[in-house]
């Protein structure tokens, strides 16, 4: 029947747009495993949808197929498109009630140019309801490219399917008086389940672009903070290697005086006192050095800073870095996260250490 093609099309025409939001974050293959499988489908729907209408295209089978058709596509991106369900849901109620504010204005259409609304005129509507669709294309694209909410909103399982199930309650809501209704008979009901999507999509939308809005500016205020922390890294990385070149300018200034101070151990058979002496000198120069723990400049430099100020609060360290020779994560931000981590431990550290020797010092008053 030349009515099967036209409800298949606008049946399409969902499965297009409830797909769009996923679009550009499924793989090639996953891509390719859905098409194949929307069109195995696409087989069976047109066999079914025509014996749904196989007695003419009534207004009872044109609901039936087109409240039904849509069920195993939905599936089938579930199945294909795995971990996402509560987004699946979104997605389907925002697409139904786009969908169903297009077939509410070529309705409308199909009354101004009929007079009324008939069974007779179905195919019409369908046509007028898929030209709609067509001139709104890049509207469409547009808007359900970007439909999805921030990830950040469904990690709380109750704000999650709050925000999923929105949707689909306020579609069920609009589509269940018409459900055993032939024809909107009042241009006020028409017009009802024309503007009541707009609101919500309006509403949404400003939603979304507060939401927006304030992770940018969550995501700048993390950024400024991480350029202070590398900041403040290098200067106190500066700041210890100035000491650290001070402190060997003085042992350079000293080093005859030494050598003299040796040389008079020896002469005097003081062996061990000029072991001593050497082992002093030689903590003095490990103390000056800046520590080499790997060939990334900025993580090392991060270690030696925090191996240093450990070793002035009287905390033993122990390290072992084992990195790639090329890792995706930005240095930068990989020194800032150690820094933080190591920060971290030696103020853990000091705080038990001070608490320990107030409990000794308790004990021994």
Known sequence: MTSVPIILAAQFS??????????REISADEKSL?????????AADFALTYFIVSDGLTYRAFKIAMLTGWLPYFLISMTVIRNKVPQHFFVFGMQGLWCFMLHSAAGGVVALLRGQMAEEFIPLQLTIY???????????????????PSSKLFETPSLRWCISLLPVIIFIGTMLPIVDVTFLNTWRERLSRII?????????????????????????????????????????????????????????????????????FLIGGKVREAMNFIGQQTKLLDSTAVKFFCRAPLINA?????SRRASELGIKTSFKI???????????????????????????????????????TSKTN
Request: net charge neutral.
């Open 14 to 23: 969902g499965v297009y747009l409830r797909y769009l939001p996923f679009s």
């Open 34 to 42: 859905l098409a194949k499988r929307f069109l195995l489908w696409f």
């Open 130 to 148: 898929l030209l709609l669709f067509v001139a709104l294309f890049k509207v469409e694209q547009k808007f359900f490219v970007s439909l999805l």
């Open 196 to 264: 009541l999507p707009i609101v919500f999509f309006l509403m949404y939308r400003s939603l979304s672009l507060a939401t927006r809005r304030v992770e940018e500016r969550q995501a700048r205020e993390q950024k400024n903070f991480v350029l202070r922390r590398q900041t403040e890294s290098l200067a106190e990385q500066n700041a210890l290697m100035q000491s650290s070149r001070r402190e060997v300018e003085e042992m350079e200034r000293n080093l005859a005086d030494n050598y003299d101070a040796i040389e008079k």
């Open 302 to 306: 991060a270690l030696s800073m925090y």
């Open 322 to 360: 084992d990195l790639p020779e090329k890792f995706s994560t930005d240095e930068s931000d990989l020194a800032v996260l150690l820094s933080n981590l190591l920060e971290n431990a030696i103020t853990a550290s000091k705080t038990n250490l001070v608490a320990g020797a107030t409990e000794t």
